[in-house]
């Protein structure tokens, strides 16, 4: 998508090594993604001065995003010492963009483990696929709870009754957007298909830059 708006890009990653045994690897990953959802965090307190931030996460880079948003918005996840952040302007909201997100389904409504993501949250679009072999078994990350992933089915939990197949807002919550890839790209987890095939990705790329918005400066933070 071009824009005659200029914006600043910051990427996030972290290096992972696949193991030989999957569910180990997968849940291995899964706990790497949350940590990093500190340094998220850490990256939204530097932007508290701008007017305009983007975040995009892409499978367990959507929970990495989704945790620092928790935290920036005075949560807490089990497990890890977060310090405390101090106060935002509450008139500064953020834009959201998940693609195929590894990340609970449940995990930030109300009770959620984290709930307070959408605290800041302008609008949010959410790109799945109901087709995706990998997510399908998402379940498997905890024989307890089996999850579902919300890159599989969509989030859940905004009122009314949720049919992940309808890609149209969710009833009661106008700023939550959710859109099924399936038809269109198959049986793949493939970031590059959302990309370059998924007709709604273009969508998702004008929300993050803020295409509807009088301001012409942007930032946006990817969490691949």
Not at 179 to 200: A, N, R
Request: proline fraction near 6%.
């Amino acid at each position: 998508t071009q824009t005659d708006r200029p914006y600043r890009l910051l990427m996030l990653s972290w290096p992972s090594q696949r193991e030989k045994k999957p569910l180990r690897d997968v849940r291995s990953n899964a706990e790497s993604a949350e940590c990093e959802s500190l340094y998220v965090a850490w990256m939204l307190q530097r932007l508290r001065n701008e007017s305009q931030v983007s975040l995009l996460g892409f499978s367990f880079g959507a929970r990495a995003v989704t945790g620092g948003l928790h935290l920036d918005a005075g949560g807490f996840i089990p497990g890890y010492a977060v310090p405390p952040m101090p106060n935002r302007d509450s008139s500064l909201n953020y834009r959201l963009g998940l693609v195929a997100p590894a990340i609970d389904r449940h995990w930030i409504e109300r009770n959620g483990r984290h709930h307070l993501a959408l605290t800041h949250v302008d609008s949010m679009i959410n790109l799945y696929n109901s087709r995706d072999p990998i997510l399908r078994r998402f379940r498997f990350l905890d024989r307890l709870s089996q999850p579902i992933a919300a890159g599989f089915a969509g989030f859940a939990g905004f009122g009314g009754v949720f049919d992940p197949r309808v890609t149209s807002p969710l009833a009661g919550q106008s700023r939550i957007r959710q859109y099924d890839c399936g038809s269109v790209i198959g049986t793949t987890h493939s970031e590059k298909s959302y990309y370059g095939e998924c007709p709604y990705f273009r969508t998702l790329i004008q929300h993050l830059l803020w295409k509807d918005s009088a301001e012409n400066t942007c930032n946006a933070a990817i969490v691949p």
